[in-house]
């Protein structure tokens, strides 16, 4: 099982990731893309990402606004497989803008 992050180390993590914020209890980050096909799109590439590491992020949709909350649930908070998560979803929305 991962080990869960220190505060210490998540708020390290958070600062090499853009618009992330969070605790050890969780990291989260919301991005408004174009229109609801493109969200959508995003979150269908996230998906399969989430699959290759076995590994799923929490992802609530709103119109074209999308918030992805990413969480160990397995360990009890946030580990470093949640910061590698983290950064494929920042690529997968770079990508889309």
């Excluded at 990731?17 to 096909?37: C, K, N, Q, Y």
């Excluded at 399969?48 to 590994?55: G, I, M, P, S, T």
């Amino acid at each position: 099982m991962a080990d869960v992050l220190t505060a210490e180390a998540v708020r390290n993590e958070l600062g090499g990731l853009a618009d992330w914020s969070g605790d050890p209890a969780g990291i989260t980050r919301t991005v408004e893309l174009a229109s609801f096909p493109a969200a959508v799109t995003v979150v269908d590439r996230v998906a399969v990402v989430a699959e290759e590491l076995d590994h799923h992020p929490d992802i609530d949709i709103r119109w074209r606004t999308l918030t992805f909350r990413c969480v160990t649930h397995s360990a009890g908070g946030v580990t470093l497989r949640d910061v590698d998560l983290a950064r494929r979803i920042d690529e997968i929305v770079g990508a889309a803008r």
